[in-house]
């Protein structure tokens, strides 16, 4: 059967899969920069981009070690261009054409968004399209309305922080390490949900785009125990864990409502559900009850397919099927352009 190599270092995890043509993963290494990044509370994109330099190539050979295949047995090479950071892409990138162009392999260029909303498909029996696609990240809070796995349109976003930036930002306002999605989910399993009125910004059945930033703002005010900007004191640590549970409560609830108005103005009877955000297991919970209550069908990743990975690149097995390879001039595109 054939495989191919995929490559991801789009943010700050580097990795690499072999994944064969029947979609199973033979391997899928994943070698984040947590500690790296942790002392500034957020990913600093040129501390990446030299992690990324330093690992890629330990960490593809041992993607093709744990999955028994040589160099020589790759079918094609993949690997995300877009979108993400502009050193960090062009790291995996730059691997991905040597190795493409050495081998005589054809080179697949994958979108990092459409990759998310694949992985939810994977291994399951049925197709995961056409539906509601849902990518809750780092970097994107976006619903998009999918015809197939490469014909995905954007319906809404965030208008300022992504919900992953929001979790991200809120740990850092309550002294929690980074990456804030573990820490605030672990933090709020001692606290109590209902202890802090915070708002649910944007949470109206005709607004379909995002917003979290009042919301942040919200936490920072509360956990400094003020009503304004101007009295900021430090956060008492029993409050901490209250603090974490309402925040990632009130995340929860305007996700899931979205998804829910989404699915209801779209007609669709199918969501998937992918990135960082999706492994939290408040938010896995309350979608998997509010699909019930729909009747609607939920396609989410495993939480370790949800955070960023290489065999999500694994879409490019579609991509091949419809003969878009791409050539080796073919650059890297950090913002997102649809
Ligand atoms: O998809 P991802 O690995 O990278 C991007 O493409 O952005 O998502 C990373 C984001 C981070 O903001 C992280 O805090 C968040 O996903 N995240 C979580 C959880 N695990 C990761 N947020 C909430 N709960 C989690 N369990
Ligand atoms: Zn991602």
Redesign the pocket.
């Known amino acids: 059967m054939r495989r191919l190599l995929a490559i991801e270092s ?2 700050d ?1 580097t990795s690499a899969a072999v994944v064969a043509e029947d979609q199973s993963v033979l391997s899928n290494v994943v070698a984040s920069q947590f500690e790296l990044h942790q002392e500034f509370g957020g990913v600093v994109p040129e501390i990446a981009s030299r992690a990324h330099v330093r690992r890629i190539l330990p960490v593809i050979e041992q993607a093709l070690q744990q999955a028994d295949c040589a160099l020589a047995d790759i079918a094609a090479v993949a690997v995300t261009s877009e979108p ?1 950071l502009v050193g960090s892409l062009l790291v995996g990138l730059t691997a991905a054409k040597t190795l493409a162009m050495s081998l005589n392999v054809p080179l697949v260029a994958v979108n ?1 968004i459409d990759a ?1 909303i694949y992985a939810c498909g994977m291994g399951q029996k049925s197709s995961a399209f056409p539906c509601i696609g849902f990518v809750v ?4 809070t976006n619903l998009y309305e999918c015809h197939s796995a490469t014909d995905c349109r954007l319906v809404a976003g965030t208008t300022d922080d ?4 929001a ?2 930002k809120v ?1 850092r306002v309550l002294n929690l390490p980074y ?4 820490s ?2 672990k933090a709020a399993e001692q606290g109590d949900p209902t202890a802090y009125k915070l708002p649910r910004p944007m949470m109206r059945a005709d607004k379909l785009n995002f917003s979290f930033s009042g919301l942040k703002t919200a936490v920072l005010y509360a956990a400094r125990g003020v009503p304004g900007p101007d009295q900021l004191s430090e956060t008492p640590p029993e409050c901490v864990a209250d603090l974490a549970a309402s925040f ?1 409560q009130a995340v929860v609830d305007v996700l899931v409502f979205k998804c829910k108005i989404a699915l209801r103005k779209s007609g669709h009877r199918r969501l998937c559900v992918g ?3 999706a ?3 408040l ?1 896995r919970e309350q979608i998997a009850e509010m699909c019930r209550r729909q009747s609607v069908e939920l396609l989410i990743a495993p ?1 370790e397919l ?3 990975n290489a065999a999500m690149a694994a879409i490019a097995w579609e991509y091949l099927d419809q003969g878009r390879t791409a050539n080796l001039d073919v650059d890297v595109l950090p913002g997102l352009v649809r």
């Open positions: 789009s943010c995890e993400g990092h998310h990240s780092g970097g994107h992504a919900a992953g930036e979790f991200d740990a990456p804030g999605g573990p605030i989910q990632q990135g960082g955000v492994a939290n297991r938010f939480p949800c955070t960023d």
